[in-house]
């Protein structure tokens, strides 16, 4: 490869989950502390960072049609200086540096803090691989957090706040193997970053206006550490820990694993207030026997009882899981099960994926995969019963007062966007509000609204005079 000159400008494309997300918000902070700035929108970036995801087979193709879209008919002097991160970057870097000749880093998901030392030997023409795993090393490296350059700090942000929501991974990698998943191979194992800085972090994120903070890992609620006492705590004893930041006004956390719940954290559900009722909890099937074969290592009476208890502890949670269709050896009567168990929940929202053999792991090297018709044909069905019950729990929203956390502007005048407790996307117009900075309602306000009407996807509100008694909940 040519010597490149150095970039000005990038982009992060982040692809795959929120922990993607979070860590191409942090390469972002990176490179903008190496003097680089964003690119705007519909302008060329001199470094494409691709932060891919590996999943999925559809998901992890896709960066090959990605390199290809910025580099065709380019010379190397035009092109774009590309960096693949991420998880197809750790399970295939070598792979790519073959395939892809046009890519100049290819950077694991614990090892970007490194990014800038790979800038320059990039700059010098050399190709560079780094999918290192030393997980925690890379958050002690990583400068603090900031608004993102051209977002000055304080000053007129107090109204026109962009950042009411934030990600924060707490945990990261996976040590359960379930034997279809990919996780535990691009991510490593489970480790869970520290109280204090988790704290700090947070604080920094509140400074910015963060309203409300999703907690992140790929099993959350193994998180464990030590609070400022040296008191071993979980996942609520960090929870507890965070409520107390008085501007932070809403938590959540995603993704849980059943085997990894504790009493502690369903009672805070009961407890604290600023934990919102709402609980992604992944099952994948409705059948004992295909889950033995995922190893998932619990069984759907017990993942039922811990809903149970949730429910006890906080009548109004809103349910969400994950499903696999079509895992080899699934049989019509299987599936039907799944059906059952989405019948029984009735979840607030759910997502289901067709199974899809990932390299090395040892669901793809099983007899009796299932053909693609029949995984199609069983995935209509699941999702025709998932969006019934979405639509049903949107339905049974109307009539009731909620504060909605207002994220963004709505499409025609005086309409805003924002989410209900229950992660609804309630949407509502401020009548009394003028334009841009005109009073009335801003972005990071909490508003009340009631619900007024359903749709499969979103609620009308309507807001709430101030002095009008009501209830929440
Ligand atoms: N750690 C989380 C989520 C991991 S990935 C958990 O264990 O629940 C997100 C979802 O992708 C999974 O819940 C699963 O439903 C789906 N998934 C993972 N591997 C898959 C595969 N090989 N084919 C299809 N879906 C998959
Ligand atoms: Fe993957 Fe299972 Fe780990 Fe979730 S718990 S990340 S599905 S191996
Ligand atoms: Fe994808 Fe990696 Fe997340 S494989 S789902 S980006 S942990």
Same mark, same amino acid.
């Given at each position: 490869m040519k010597p490149q000159d150095p970039p000005k400008t990038y982009r992060v494309k982040s692809f795959g989950c929120q922990m993607n997300v979070y860590d191409g918000e942090r390469m972002g902070e990176l490179l903008d502390a190496r003097g680089l700035t964003p690119a705007a929108d519909g302008e060329d970036a001199d470094l494409v960072v691709l932060n891919t995801c590996h999943i999925r087979e559809k998901a992890a193709e896709k960066i090959y049609s990605d390199i290809g879209r910025l580099t065709k008919g380019k010379t190397q002097a035009k092109a774009p200086m590309i960096a693949v991160a991420g998880c197809v970057a750790q399970a295939e870097g070598e792979e790519i540096m073959k395939r892809a000749p046009a890519v100049s880093m290819v950077v694991g998901p614990q090892a970007y803090h490194r990014l800038p030392e790979m800038l320059d030997r990039a700059a010098k023409g050399e190709r560079a691989t780094d999918t290192d795993m030393p997980a925690i090393a890379k958050f002690d490296s990583l400068p603090e957090r900031r608004l993102p350059s051209g977002e000055g700090e304080g000053g007129a942000g107090a109204r026109r706040n962009r950042f009411p929501t934030a990600f924060l991974t707490v945990q990261e990698g996976c040590?359960?193997?379930?034997?279809?998943?990919v996780v535990p191979y691009t991510r490593g194992a489970e480790i869970s970053r520290p109280f204090a800085d988790l704290v700090h972090e947070a604080r920094r994120l509140v400074e910015r206006g963060a309203r409300e903070i999703t907690l992140l890992g @790929?099993?959350?609620?193994a998180w464990a550490g030590a609070d400022a006492k040296g008191h071993t705590i979980g996942l609520d004893g960090l929870i507890r820990g965070l409520a107390k930041l008085p501007e932070l006004l809403r938590i959540r956390y995603t993704t849980s694993h059943p085997n990894d719940f504790t009493e502690g954290l369903v009672r805070c559900h009961a407890e604290?207030?600023?934990?919102?009722?709402y609980l992604h909890l992944p099952? @994948?099937?409705?059948s004992d026997r295909v889950l033995k074969a995922m190893n998932r290592q619990h069984t759907t009476a017990g993942y039922l009882r811990l809903l149970e208890q949730m429910r006890a502890a906080r009548p109004d949670i809103a349910l969400s899981g994950d499903f696999i269709v079509g895992f080899p050896g699934e049989t019509e009567a299987e599936f039907e099960a799944t059906l059952s168990l989405v019948d029984e929940v009735g979840y607030a929202q759910a997502y289901s994926f067709k199974y899809s053999p990932r390299p090395g792991t040892p669901a793809a090297a099983m007899d009796r995969q299932i053909a693609p018709e029949v995984m199609d044909e069983r995935l209509q069905r699941l999702q025709a019963r998932i969006n019934r019950d979405q639509i049903a729990f949107n339905a049974a929203s109307v009539g009731k007062v909620c504060d909605v956390l207002v994220e963004r502007r709505g499409k025609f005048a005086g309409q805003w966007l924002g989410k209900s407790p229950w992660l609804q996307s309630v949407w509502f117009v401020d009548e009394a509000g003028g334009g841009l900075d005109g009073g009335g309602v801003a972005i990071g306000d909490m508003v009340r609204a009631r619900m007024v009407e359903a749709g499969g996807n979103s609620v009308r509100g309507e807001l709430i005079g101030a002095g009008e008694a009501v209830t929440v909940r």
């Open positions: 040590d359960k193997f379930c034997t279809y998943c @790929q099993n959350v609620n604290v207030e600023k934990l919102m009722p099952v @994948q099937s409705g």
